[in-house]
Protein backbone atom coordinates (compact mmCIF):
# COMPACT_ATOMS: atom_id res chain seq x y z
CA UNK A 1 0.00 0.00 0.00
CA UNK A 2 3.11 2.38 1.17
CA UNK A 3 6.03 3.30 -1.26
CA UNK A 4 8.44 2.33 1.47
CA UNK A 5 7.98 0.45 4.91
CA UNK A 6 6.00 3.73 6.53
CA UNK A 7 4.80 3.33 10.03
CA UNK A 8 1.51 4.59 11.29
CA UNK A 9 0.57 5.95 14.64
CA UNK A 10 -2.81 6.24 14.87
CA UNK A 11 -4.41 8.14 18.25
CA UNK A 12 -7.49 8.38 19.34
CA UNK A 13 -9.41 9.78 22.42
CA UNK A 14 -11.71 8.63 25.22
CA UNK A 15 -13.73 9.41 27.85
CA UNK A 16 -14.17 13.40 27.06
CA UNK A 17 -12.90 15.41 24.32
CA UNK A 18 -10.50 18.47 24.20
CA UNK A 19 -7.76 16.04 26.23
CA UNK A 20 -5.04 17.20 24.18
CA UNK A 21 -4.35 14.15 21.32
CA UNK A 22 -3.21 17.49 19.01
CA UNK A 23 -0.61 17.96 21.64
CA UNK A 24 0.08 14.52 22.73
CA UNK A 25 0.33 13.87 18.36
CA UNK A 26 2.78 16.81 17.89
CA UNK A 27 4.89 16.00 21.17
CA UNK A 28 5.51 12.24 20.11
CA UNK A 29 6.07 13.53 16.32
CA UNK A 30 8.86 15.97 17.78
CA UNK A 31 10.18 13.20 20.03
CA UNK A 32 10.38 10.59 16.31
CA UNK A 33 11.85 13.69 14.59
CA UNK A 34 14.51 14.39 16.78
CA UNK A 35 15.42 10.60 16.48
CA UNK A 36 15.98 11.06 13.08
CA UNK A 37 12.61 10.07 11.80
CA UNK A 38 10.87 11.71 8.98
CA UNK A 39 7.48 12.21 10.42
CA UNK A 40 3.97 14.26 9.44
CA UNK A 41 0.68 13.91 11.34
CA UNK A 42 -2.39 14.65 10.20
CA UNK A 43 -5.59 14.70 11.81
CA UNK A 44 -9.29 13.35 10.91
CA UNK A 45 -11.89 15.31 12.04
CA UNK A 46 -15.67 13.30 11.44
CA UNK A 47 -17.99 16.55 11.15
CA UNK A 48 -19.59 17.30 7.86
CA UNK A 49 -17.96 20.19 7.15
CA UNK A 50 -15.80 20.09 4.14
CA UNK A 51 -13.28 22.19 6.29
CA UNK A 52 -13.14 24.50 9.08
CA UNK A 53 -13.03 27.27 6.68
CA UNK A 54 -16.58 28.18 7.46
CA UNK A 55 -16.68 27.00 11.42
CA UNK A 56 -17.48 29.86 14.06
CA UNK A 57 -14.23 31.33 15.53
CA UNK A 58 -16.33 31.14 19.13
CA UNK A 59 -16.98 27.45 18.40
CA UNK A 60 -14.09 25.88 17.14
CA UNK A 61 -10.92 28.26 17.87
CA UNK A 62 -8.84 29.52 14.76
CA UNK A 63 -8.66 28.51 11.39
CA UNK A 64 -5.46 27.63 10.86
CA UNK A 65 -4.28 28.15 7.28
CA UNK A 66 -0.93 26.02 5.38
CA UNK A 67 1.31 27.45 2.47
CA UNK A 68 -0.58 25.36 0.18
CA UNK A 69 -3.72 27.22 1.36
CA UNK A 70 -5.87 24.59 3.26
CA UNK A 71 -8.22 25.77 6.07
CA UNK A 72 -7.41 23.64 8.61
CA UNK A 73 -8.16 22.61 12.14
CA UNK A 74 -5.93 24.30 14.83
CA UNK A 75 -4.03 21.10 15.49
CA UNK A 76 -2.32 21.80 12.55
CA UNK A 77 -0.64 24.92 13.75
CA UNK A 78 0.77 22.44 16.88
CA UNK A 79 2.03 19.85 14.53
CA UNK A 80 3.88 23.05 12.41
CA UNK A 81 4.99 24.78 15.94
CA UNK A 82 6.39 21.97 17.00
CA UNK A 83 7.92 19.86 14.41
CA UNK A 84 9.09 23.34 12.27
CA UNK A 85 7.55 21.48 9.07
CA UNK A 86 4.93 22.09 6.83
CA UNK A 87 1.62 20.14 6.66
CA UNK A 88 -0.73 20.46 3.77
CA UNK A 89 -3.87 19.62 1.88
CA UNK A 90 -3.19 16.27 3.08
CA UNK A 91 -2.87 17.02 6.34
CA UNK A 92 -6.67 17.64 7.89
CA UNK A 93 -9.30 15.84 6.05
CA UNK A 94 -13.05 15.57 7.17
CA UNK A 95 -16.11 13.57 7.52
CA UNK A 96 -17.51 16.00 4.67
CA UNK A 97 -14.59 16.11 2.53
CA UNK A 98 -14.48 12.45 2.57
CA UNK A 99 -18.02 12.51 1.69
CA UNK A 100 -18.09 15.12 -1.38
CA UNK A 101 -15.06 12.65 -2.70
CA UNK A 102 -16.93 9.63 -2.64
CA UNK A 103 -20.36 11.20 -4.00
CA UNK A 104 -18.48 13.20 -6.96
CA UNK A 105 -17.14 9.96 -7.99
CA UNK A 106 -20.65 8.14 -7.89
CA UNK A 107 -21.95 10.67 -9.91
CA UNK A 108 -19.31 10.41 -12.83
CA UNK A 109 -19.97 6.24 -12.34
CA UNK A 110 -16.48 5.31 -11.15
CA UNK A 111 -18.63 2.64 -8.93
CA UNK A 112 -20.10 0.74 -12.20
CA UNK A 113 -23.25 0.55 -10.56
CA UNK A 114 -22.79 -0.85 -7.14
CA UNK A 115 -24.59 0.14 -4.47
CA UNK A 116 -22.11 3.19 -2.20
CA UNK A 117 -22.41 2.17 1.49
CA UNK A 118 -19.99 3.37 4.55
CA UNK A 119 -18.14 0.09 4.26
CA UNK A 120 -16.49 0.06 2.27
CA UNK A 121 -16.41 3.34 0.32
CA UNK A 122 -16.45 5.90 3.08
CA UNK A 123 -13.86 3.50 4.62
CA UNK A 124 -11.65 2.78 1.52
CA UNK A 125 -11.34 6.68 0.95
CA UNK A 126 -10.53 7.38 4.36
CA UNK A 127 -7.68 4.27 4.04
CA UNK A 128 -6.77 6.49 0.65
CA UNK A 129 -6.46 9.60 2.96
CA UNK A 130 -4.30 8.36 5.69
CA UNK A 131 -1.95 6.14 3.64
CA UNK A 132 -1.90 8.96 0.33
CA UNK A 133 0.95 10.69 2.85
CA UNK A 134 3.24 8.16 2.38
CA UNK A 135 3.74 8.76 -1.55
CA UNK A 136 5.91 11.76 0.14
CA UNK A 137 8.30 9.48 1.99
CA UNK A 138 7.83 9.70 5.30
CA UNK A 139 9.22 7.37 8.07
CA UNK A 140 6.17 7.51 9.96
CA UNK A 141 3.06 9.13 10.03
CA UNK A 142 0.88 9.89 12.97
CA UNK A 143 -3.29 9.99 12.22
CA UNK A 144 -5.09 11.68 15.07
CA UNK A 145 -8.43 10.94 14.94
CA UNK A 146 -10.88 14.15 16.37
CA UNK A 147 -13.41 12.96 18.60
CA UNK A 148 -14.00 10.90 21.13
CA UNK A 149 -14.26 6.75 20.72
CA UNK A 150 -17.95 5.91 21.24
CA UNK A 151 -19.30 9.05 18.89
CA UNK A 152 -21.17 7.90 16.13
CA UNK A 153 -19.40 10.32 13.70
CA UNK A 154 -16.33 8.51 14.75
CA UNK A 155 -17.32 5.29 13.90
CA UNK A 156 -16.11 5.10 10.07
CA UNK A 157 -12.78 6.45 11.00
CA UNK A 158 -12.16 3.61 13.79
CA UNK A 159 -13.52 0.61 11.70
CA UNK A 160 -10.82 2.09 8.56
CA UNK A 161 -8.30 1.68 11.32
CA UNK A 162 -9.04 -1.76 12.72
CA UNK A 163 -8.81 -2.63 8.59
CA UNK A 164 -5.51 -0.68 8.02
CA UNK A 165 -4.10 -2.55 11.28
CA UNK A 166 -4.53 -6.17 9.73
CA UNK A 167 -3.68 -4.86 5.68
CA UNK A 168 -0.48 -3.23 7.13
CA UNK A 169 0.48 -6.00 8.85
CA UNK A 170 1.61 -6.42 12.72
CA UNK A 171 4.28 -4.12 13.78
CA UNK A 172 3.67 -1.55 10.76
CA UNK A 173 0.85 0.56 12.70
CA UNK A 174 0.00 0.70 16.33
CA UNK A 175 -3.02 2.92 18.36
CA UNK A 176 -2.35 5.14 20.90
CA UNK A 177 -5.12 5.87 22.99
CA UNK A 178 -5.34 8.50 25.08
CA UNK A 179 -8.06 8.85 27.94
CA UNK A 180 -8.92 11.05 31.36
CA UNK A 181 -8.22 9.08 34.97
CA UNK A 182 -10.88 11.52 36.67
CA UNK A 183 -9.68 12.30 40.43
CA UNK A 184 -12.27 12.02 43.33
CA UNK A 185 -11.36 14.43 46.04
CA UNK A 186 -13.83 13.08 48.38
CA UNK A 187 -11.98 9.91 48.59
CA UNK A 188 -8.94 11.50 47.41
CA UNK A 189 -8.21 8.64 44.37
CA UNK A 190 -7.88 8.60 40.82
CA UNK A 191 -10.34 6.24 38.92
CA UNK A 192 -9.59 4.04 35.94
CA UNK A 193 -13.11 2.77 35.43
CA UNK A 194 -13.91 5.63 32.61
CA UNK A 195 -10.33 4.67 30.79
CA UNK A 196 -11.66 1.09 31.35
CA UNK A 197 -14.90 1.67 29.63
CA UNK A 198 -12.99 3.45 27.08
CA UNK A 199 -10.61 0.64 25.85
CA UNK A 200 -13.35 -1.67 25.71
CA UNK A 201 -15.97 0.52 23.44
CA UNK A 202 -12.46 0.77 20.79
CA UNK A 203 -12.68 -3.28 21.18
CA UNK A 204 -15.95 -3.80 20.93
CA UNK A 205 -15.39 -1.89 17.04
CA UNK A 206 -12.05 -4.03 16.70
CA UNK A 207 -9.38 -1.97 17.87
CA UNK A 208 -7.07 -3.17 20.45
CA UNK A 209 -4.99 0.08 22.00
CA UNK A 210 -1.16 -0.74 22.01
CA UNK A 211 -0.26 2.66 24.06
CA UNK A 212 -2.47 4.63 26.91
CA UNK A 213 -1.70 8.11 27.83
CA UNK A 214 -3.65 9.36 30.67
CA UNK A 215 -4.41 12.90 31.27
CA UNK A 216 -4.43 13.32 34.55
CA UNK A 217 -4.01 16.21 37.44
CA UNK A 218 -2.09 13.47 40.11
CA UNK A 219 0.91 10.91 40.02
CA UNK A 220 -0.33 7.99 38.39
CA UNK A 221 0.64 4.91 41.68
CA UNK A 222 2.05 1.88 40.46
CA UNK A 223 -0.96 0.23 41.29
CA UNK A 224 -2.90 2.26 39.49
CA UNK A 225 -1.02 1.67 36.28
CA UNK A 226 -0.52 -1.97 37.11
CA UNK A 227 -4.62 -1.53 37.23
CA UNK A 228 -4.68 -0.02 34.04
CA UNK A 229 -2.49 -2.18 32.18
CA UNK A 230 -3.97 -5.31 33.29
CA UNK A 231 -7.95 -4.35 32.48
CA UNK A 232 -7.01 -2.88 29.37
CA UNK A 233 -4.33 -5.02 27.69
CA UNK A 234 -0.86 -2.99 27.69
CA UNK A 235 2.26 -3.67 29.26
CA UNK A 236 2.74 -2.00 32.24
CA UNK A 237 5.24 0.49 30.59
CA UNK A 238 3.04 1.37 27.83
CA UNK A 239 0.91 3.34 30.30
CA UNK A 240 1.88 6.87 30.21
CA UNK A 241 1.09 9.70 32.08
CA UNK A 242 0.43 12.70 30.79
CA UNK A 243 -0.14 15.60 33.54
CA UNK A 244 -1.28 19.61 33.33
CA UNK A 245 1.77 21.43 32.37
CA UNK A 246 2.82 25.18 33.23
CA UNK A 247 2.72 25.40 29.32
CA UNK A 248 1.71 22.94 26.12
CA UNK A 249 6.15 22.97 25.40
CA UNK A 250 6.51 21.05 28.54
CA UNK A 251 5.03 17.89 27.42
CA UNK A 252 7.57 16.67 25.20
CA UNK A 253 10.31 16.47 27.51
CA UNK A 254 7.90 15.34 30.44
CA UNK A 255 6.84 12.17 27.76
CA UNK A 256 10.58 11.52 27.14
CA UNK A 257 11.43 10.91 30.70
CA UNK A 258 9.12 8.40 30.79
CA UNK A 259 10.65 6.55 27.46
CA UNK A 260 6.77 7.26 25.22
CA UNK A 261 8.86 7.33 22.44
CA UNK A 262 10.93 4.28 22.87
CA UNK A 263 8.11 2.33 23.79
CA UNK A 264 6.29 3.87 20.75
CA UNK A 265 9.31 2.45 18.53
CA UNK A 266 9.34 -0.72 20.44
CA UNK A 267 5.98 -1.43 19.17
CA UNK A 268 6.50 -0.26 15.85
CA UNK A 269 9.62 -2.92 15.57
CA UNK A 270 11.98 -0.20 15.06
CA UNK A 271 15.51 -0.49 16.81
CA UNK A 272 16.92 2.95 17.16
CA UNK A 273 20.08 3.75 19.95
CA UNK A 274 19.76 7.42 19.65
CA UNK A 275 18.20 9.69 21.91
CA UNK A 276 16.13 12.42 21.23
CA UNK A 277 18.18 15.24 21.36
CA UNK A 278 16.29 18.41 22.58
CA UNK A 279 18.59 20.33 23.44
CA UNK A 280 17.39 23.58 21.38
CA UNK A 281 14.43 22.95 22.76
CA UNK A 282 15.30 22.86 26.23
CA UNK A 283 17.17 26.41 25.45
CA UNK A 284 13.61 27.55 24.19
CA UNK A 285 11.95 26.58 27.72
CA UNK A 286 14.70 27.75 29.69
CA UNK A 287 14.45 31.19 28.05
CA UNK A 288 10.51 31.27 28.31
CA UNK A 289 10.69 30.29 32.13
CA UNK A 290 13.15 32.65 33.40
CA UNK A 291 12.26 35.92 31.45
CA UNK A 292 14.24 39.13 32.34
CA UNK A 293 12.10 41.52 31.11
CA UNK A 294 7.70 41.43 30.69
CA UNK A 295 5.42 43.45 28.11
CA UNK A 296 1.53 43.87 28.22
CA UNK A 297 -0.02 43.81 24.65
CA UNK A 298 -3.27 44.58 24.33
CA UNK A 299 -4.92 42.23 21.75
CA UNK A 300 -7.61 43.85 20.81
CA UNK A 301 -10.25 41.34 18.61
CA UNK A 302 -13.93 40.42 18.97
CA UNK A 303 -13.26 37.06 19.42
CA UNK A 304 -11.19 37.01 22.90
CA UNK A 305 -13.88 35.37 24.65
CA UNK A 306 -12.50 32.04 23.14
CA UNK A 307 -8.99 33.03 23.01
CA UNK A 308 -8.07 29.37 21.01
CA UNK A 309 -9.42 31.90 18.40
CA UNK A 310 -6.16 33.58 18.17
CA UNK A 311 -4.58 30.81 19.16
CA UNK A 312 -1.00 31.23 16.79
CA UNK A 313 -0.84 34.80 17.85
CA UNK A 314 -0.79 33.97 21.01
CA UNK A 315 1.78 31.17 20.33
CA UNK A 316 4.21 33.39 18.24
CA UNK A 317 4.01 35.82 21.20
CA UNK A 318 5.30 32.75 22.97
CA UNK A 319 8.13 31.92 20.62
CA UNK A 320 9.55 35.54 20.09
CA UNK A 321 9.09 36.71 23.67
CA UNK A 322 11.46 34.11 24.50
CA UNK A 323 13.86 34.88 21.82
CA UNK A 324 13.85 38.12 23.31
CA UNK A 325 13.51 36.75 26.92
CA UNK A 326 10.62 38.41 27.59
CA UNK A 327 7.73 37.67 29.35
CA UNK A 328 4.59 38.83 26.93
CA UNK A 329 1.52 39.13 28.56
CA UNK A 330 -1.72 39.56 26.76
CA UNK A 331 -4.64 41.87 27.48
CA UNK A 332 -7.50 40.37 26.04
CA UNK A 333 -9.71 43.37 24.81
CA UNK A 334 -13.18 43.01 23.24
CA UNK A 335 -13.27 45.23 20.37
CA UNK A 336 -17.25 46.12 21.16
CA UNK A 337 -15.93 47.22 24.56
CA UNK A 338 -13.65 50.13 23.05
CA UNK A 339 -15.13 53.52 22.82
CA UNK A 340 -13.76 57.31 22.58
CA UNK A 341 -14.49 57.66 26.23
CA UNK A 342 -12.92 54.42 28.10
CA UNK A 343 -9.45 54.07 25.64
CA UNK A 344 -7.46 55.71 28.64
CA UNK A 345 -8.97 53.51 31.10
CA UNK A 346 -8.51 50.26 28.86
CA UNK A 347 -5.41 50.68 27.48
CA UNK A 348 -3.41 52.09 30.45
CA UNK A 349 -0.23 50.96 30.57
CA UNK A 350 0.01 48.53 27.69
CA UNK A 351 3.38 48.43 25.92
CA UNK A 352 1.70 47.53 22.78
CA UNK A 353 -1.30 47.06 20.53
CA UNK A 354 -2.61 44.11 18.02
CA UNK A 355 -5.70 44.56 16.14
CA UNK A 356 -6.76 40.71 15.23
CA UNK A 357 -8.20 39.31 11.86
CA UNK A 358 -11.79 39.12 11.62
CA UNK A 359 -14.98 39.02 9.38
CA UNK A 360 -17.86 40.99 9.78
CA UNK A 361 -18.65 44.24 11.34
CA UNK A 362 -19.59 43.91 15.01
CA UNK A 363 -16.94 45.59 17.16
CA UNK A 364 -15.65 47.28 14.34
CA UNK A 365 -15.89 51.15 14.93
CA UNK A 366 -14.04 49.73 18.59
CA UNK A 367 -10.82 48.52 16.58
CA UNK A 368 -10.66 51.77 14.49
CA UNK A 369 -10.69 53.87 17.62
CA UNK A 370 -8.14 51.92 19.38
CA UNK A 371 -5.73 51.87 15.97
CA UNK A 372 -6.11 55.90 16.39
CA UNK A 373 -5.19 55.40 20.11
CA UNK A 374 -2.12 53.41 19.39
CA UNK A 375 -1.02 55.93 16.09
CA UNK A 376 -1.74 59.24 18.28
CA UNK A 377 0.38 58.12 21.78
CA UNK A 378 3.29 56.39 19.48
CA UNK A 379 2.15 52.92 20.79
CA UNK A 380 3.93 49.97 18.63
CA UNK A 381 0.97 48.31 16.75
CA UNK A 382 1.07 45.69 14.61
CA UNK A 383 -2.46 45.28 12.65
CA UNK A 384 -2.71 41.62 10.90
CA UNK A 385 -5.21 41.18 8.15
CA UNK A 386 -8.44 42.76 9.46
CA UNK A 387 -5.87 44.89 11.66
CA UNK A 388 -4.35 46.12 8.48
CA UNK A 389 -7.66 46.66 7.28
CA UNK A 390 -8.79 48.64 9.97
CA UNK A 391 -5.23 50.92 10.46
CA UNK A 392 -5.96 51.93 6.70
CA UNK A 393 -9.72 53.17 7.46
CA UNK A 394 -8.54 55.37 10.36
CA UNK A 395 -6.19 57.11 8.67
CA UNK A 396 -8.25 58.50 5.95
CA UNK A 397 -10.88 59.21 8.34
CA UNK A 398 -9.15 61.19 10.68
CA UNK A 399 -5.30 62.28 8.76
CA UNK A 400 -6.69 62.13 4.90
CA UNK A 401 -9.99 63.55 5.56
CA UNK A 402 -11.93 60.95 4.02
CA UNK A 403 -14.54 60.90 6.80
CA UNK A 404 -16.93 57.80 5.27
CA UNK A 405 -14.31 55.94 4.24
CA UNK A 406 -14.69 52.36 5.13
CA UNK A 407 -13.99 48.36 4.00
CA UNK A 408 -16.86 47.39 1.48
CA UNK A 409 -16.83 44.29 3.64
CA UNK A 410 -18.63 46.63 6.23
CA UNK A 411 -20.39 49.67 3.97
CA UNK A 412 -20.87 48.71 0.08
CA UNK A 413 -22.08 52.14 -0.61
CA UNK A 414 -19.34 54.06 0.84
CA UNK A 415 -17.85 57.42 -1.31
CA UNK A 416 -14.58 56.21 -0.39
CA UNK A 417 -13.99 52.24 -0.71
CA UNK A 418 -10.44 52.56 0.59
CA UNK A 419 -10.74 48.61 1.27
CA UNK A 420 -12.08 46.67 -1.71
CA UNK A 421 -13.22 43.49 -3.28
CA UNK A 422 -10.61 42.51 -5.28
CA UNK A 423 -12.15 41.93 -9.15
CA UNK A 424 -11.55 37.61 -8.90
CA UNK A 425 -13.88 38.10 -6.30
CA UNK A 426 -17.25 39.87 -6.98
CA UNK A 427 -19.05 37.57 -8.78
CA UNK A 428 -17.67 34.82 -5.86
CA UNK A 429 -21.18 33.34 -4.10
CA UNK A 430 -19.93 30.43 -2.12
CA UNK A 431 -18.21 30.91 1.47
CA UNK A 432 -16.09 27.70 1.62
CA UNK A 433 -12.61 27.94 0.09
CA UNK A 434 -13.12 31.13 -2.32
CA UNK A 435 -10.84 33.71 -0.29
CA UNK A 436 -7.21 34.24 -1.14
CA UNK A 437 -5.50 31.66 0.32
CA UNK A 438 -1.81 30.07 1.38
CA UNK A 439 1.19 31.08 0.68
CA UNK A 440 1.69 34.60 -1.84
CA UNK A 441 4.79 36.43 -2.61
CA UNK A 442 5.84 39.59 -1.42
CA UNK A 443 8.58 42.47 -2.47
CA UNK A 444 8.94 44.69 0.27
CA UNK A 445 10.50 48.44 -0.75
CA UNK A 446 14.12 48.83 0.01
CA UNK A 447 14.67 50.82 3.11
CA UNK A 448 11.32 49.82 4.72
CA UNK A 449 10.87 49.08 8.16
CA UNK A 450 9.88 45.66 6.94
CA UNK A 451 12.61 45.11 4.68
CA UNK A 452 14.68 45.61 7.65
CA UNK A 453 12.70 43.42 10.00
CA UNK A 454 12.93 40.44 7.84
CA UNK A 455 16.47 40.98 6.61
CA UNK A 456 15.22 40.44 2.94
CA UNK A 457 13.21 42.41 0.10
CA UNK A 458 11.25 39.06 -1.17
CA UNK A 459 9.14 37.09 1.36
CA UNK A 460 6.52 35.06 1.16
CA UNK A 461 3.56 34.62 3.93
CA UNK A 462 -0.02 32.72 4.03
CA UNK A 463 -3.02 34.77 3.21
CA UNK A 464 -7.29 34.39 4.52
CA UNK A 465 -9.18 37.23 3.21
CA UNK A 466 -11.30 38.72 0.18
CA UNK A 467 -10.91 42.31 1.18
CA UNK A 468 -8.23 44.43 -0.61
CA UNK A 469 -6.24 47.71 -0.08
CA UNK A 470 -7.80 49.55 -2.98
CA UNK A 471 -4.55 50.69 -4.84
CA UNK A 472 -6.89 53.95 -6.00
CA UNK A 473 -5.61 55.70 -3.03
CA UNK A 474 -2.34 54.30 -2.61
CA UNK A 475 -0.61 58.06 -3.31
CA UNK A 476 -3.05 60.32 -0.86
CA UNK A 477 -1.78 57.55 1.97
CA UNK A 478 1.80 57.58 0.61
CA UNK A 479 1.47 61.44 0.53
CA UNK A 480 0.24 61.48 4.78
CA UNK A 481 2.59 59.05 5.83
CA UNK A 482 0.91 55.57 6.04
CA UNK A 483 2.87 54.13 2.98
CA UNK A 484 2.38 51.20 1.50
CA UNK A 485 5.63 48.88 1.10
CA UNK A 486 5.37 45.56 0.25
CA UNK A 487 3.52 44.11 -2.96
CA UNK A 488 2.44 41.68 -4.81
CA UNK A 489 5.01 41.18 -6.94
CA UNK A 490 2.99 39.53 -10.18
CA UNK A 491 -0.59 41.81 -8.96
CA UNK A 492 0.73 44.96 -7.41
CA UNK A 493 -1.29 44.40 -4.39
CA UNK A 494 -0.68 46.25 -1.03
CA UNK A 495 0.28 43.34 1.09
CA UNK A 496 1.81 46.04 4.13
CA UNK A 497 1.61 49.65 5.25
CA UNK A 498 4.07 51.42 7.67
CA UNK A 499 3.93 54.75 9.37
CA UNK A 500 6.68 57.20 9.31
CA UNK A 501 7.83 58.76 12.49
CA UNK A 502 6.14 56.29 14.94
CA UNK A 503 7.72 53.85 16.83
CA UNK A 504 6.28 50.35 15.25
CA UNK A 505 2.94 51.07 13.39
CA UNK A 506 3.04 48.19 10.58
CA UNK A 507 -0.04 46.44 9.58
CA UNK A 508 0.25 43.14 7.14
CA UNK A 509 -2.46 41.84 4.91
CA UNK A 510 -1.17 38.38 6.00
CA UNK A 511 -0.66 36.52 8.62
CA UNK A 512 2.64 36.03 10.11
CA UNK A 513 1.31 34.03 12.90
CA UNK A 514 1.08 31.25 10.81
CA UNK A 515 4.53 30.63 10.06
CA UNK A 516 6.27 31.02 13.79
CA UNK A 517 7.55 27.71 15.06
CA UNK A 518 9.79 27.23 18.53
CA UNK A 519 12.90 26.54 15.93
CA UNK A 520 11.83 29.50 13.72
CA UNK A 521 10.51 32.47 15.71
CA UNK A 522 9.15 35.24 13.34
CA UNK A 523 11.43 37.99 12.63
CA UNK A 524 7.92 40.18 12.66
CA UNK A 525 6.63 38.93 15.87
CA UNK A 526 10.16 39.31 17.56
CA UNK A 527 10.49 42.84 15.93
CA UNK A 528 7.52 43.84 17.52
CA UNK A 529 8.41 42.41 20.89
CA UNK A 530 11.50 44.21 21.24
CA UNK A 531 9.73 47.72 20.14
CA UNK A 532 7.10 47.07 22.52
CA UNK A 533 10.13 46.53 25.39
CA UNK A 534 11.51 49.80 24.40
CA UNK A 535 8.02 51.38 25.34
N1 LIG B 1 -12.55 40.24 6.69
C1 LIG B 1 -11.39 40.66 6.01
C2 LIG B 1 -11.32 40.15 4.59
O1 LIG B 1 -11.98 39.22 4.23
C3 LIG B 1 -10.13 40.26 6.79
C4 LIG B 1 -9.95 38.79 6.94
C5 LIG B 1 -8.98 38.41 8.01
O2 LIG B 1 -8.69 39.18 8.91
N2 LIG B 1 -8.51 37.18 7.98
O3 LIG B 1 -10.59 40.67 3.78
Redesign the pocket.
Known amino acids: MSKKNTKYIFVTGGVTSSLGKGIVSASLGLLLKSRGYNVTIQKLDPYINIDPGTLNPYEHGECYVTEDGAETDLDLGHYERFLNSRTSQNNNVTTGRIYQTVIEKERKGDFLGKTVQVIPHITNEIKRRITILSKQNYDIIITEIGGTVGDIESLPYIESVRQLKWELGEKNSIVIHLTLLPYLSSSGELKTKPSQHSVRALMEDGVAADILVCRTEHKISKEIRAKLAQFCNVGIQNVIECMDMETIYEVPLYLQKQDFDDVVLKELGLKNEKKADLKDWKNFLKKYSNPKKSIEVALVGKYVSLQDSYKSIAESFIHAGADQETEVKIRWIYSGDVTEDNTEELFDGIDGMLIA ?4 DRGIEGKIISAKYAREHEIPLLG ?4 M ?1 IMTIEFARNVIGLEKAN ?1 M ?1 FDTSTPDPV ?1 ALMADQKNVVDKGGT ?1 RLGAWKCTLKAGSALSEIYGARNISERH ?5 FNSEYKEQFEKQGLAPSGFNPDTGLVETIELKDHPFYIGVQY ?1 PEYKSTVAAPHPLFIAFVKACTKK
Not at 357 to 360: N, S
Not at 384 to 387: K, V
Open positions: PGFGICLGQSEIMRHRYEH
